[in-house]
């Protein structure tokens, strides 16, 4: 079975642009969940959808949204991009939301310069 | 506030050695879930471990073990004989009662191994 795949794995993007990444669960998981990881404050949940809905929210500005698709594949986009936005950012996708086996796939880093 | 502690940056430990990673749990919650997830160089995190609350007994995986004590809202993670490839970052998590994927980070234990 494959795992989590997310795409690109890298990008550079200057201030004030956008940008989509993209993440495919693994077969059969309904549930994506976003998280941004940064050196100083590390791991922080950022969003998560199940059967299309976003289900929870972190605290995180509105420039950053997301979307799943009927196929259960996700993007999310952060727009307006600033230097604080660089990060790691990483899905994971699980059967259910109230499911323990979430497994993680291998992040985009994201450098905004 | 739900909030996760673990309180050493780094840890060494001689190759073939047990090393237990410290982490302590916040949450007024009764039912939750606890993890450990290891993150090599490469970035993706691993799944190491499961320990729901209400689970009597500690729950092991291979060579992983998390010693829950549920008094002291303490979760910390063993690893016996320590190999080379477990250096790595570990991070203890929680998912609180009634959360829909939603994970709660520790800051992480960074572990080298030594031959």
């Known amino acids: 079975k494959a795992g989590v795949t997310q795409t690109p794995r890298y990008l550079i993007k200057t201030r004030g642009q956008q940008v989509t990444l993209s993440c495919s669960p693994i077969?059969?998981?309904?549930?994506v969940s976003w998280y941004q990881q940064t050196p100083g404050q590390g791991l922080q949940f950022l969003f998560e959808?199940?059967?299309?809905?976003?289900?929870n929210k972190g605290n995180f500005p509105g420039r950053f949204s997301g979307r799943q698709f009927s196929n259960s594949r996700s993007e999310m986009n952060v727009s307006t991009l600033e230097l604080g936005d660089s990060a790691l950012y990483l899905c994971?996708?699980?059967?259910?939301?109230?499911?323990?086996?979430?497994?993680f796939g291998p992040g985009t880093r994201l450098t905004v310069t | 506030a739900q909030k996760i502690t673990q309180t050493q940056p780094g840890m060494f430990v001689q190759e073939k050695e047990a090393v237990t990673l410290d982490c302590t749990y916040d949450?007024?919650?009764?039912?939750?879930?606890l993890f450990w997830y290891k993150q090599p160089s490469s970035g993706e995190m691993i799944f190491l471990i499961y320990?729901?609350?209400?689970?009597?007994q500690n729950a092991t995986e291979g060579r992983y073990s998390l010693n829950f004590q549920k008094a002291r809202k303490s979760a910390n993670l063993v690893i016996s004989a320590s190999q080379l490839g477990d250096s790595a970052m570990y991070f203890c998590?929680?998912?609180?009662?009634?959360?829909?994927?939603?994970?709660?980070f520790g800051k992480g234990t960074k572990l080298s191994v030594k031959p």
């Open positions: 949450t007024s919650d009764q039912s939750y879930g």
């Open positions: 320990q729901g609350s209400y689970d009597e």
């Open positions: 077969s059969g998981h309904r549930s």
């Open positions: 998590a929680m998912r609180p009662g009634g959360s829909q994927g939603n994970l709660i």
């Open positions: 959808y199940f059967s299309e809905t976003q289900r």
């Open positions: 994971a996708s699980s059967h259910a939301s109230s499911s323990y086996e979430q497994y």
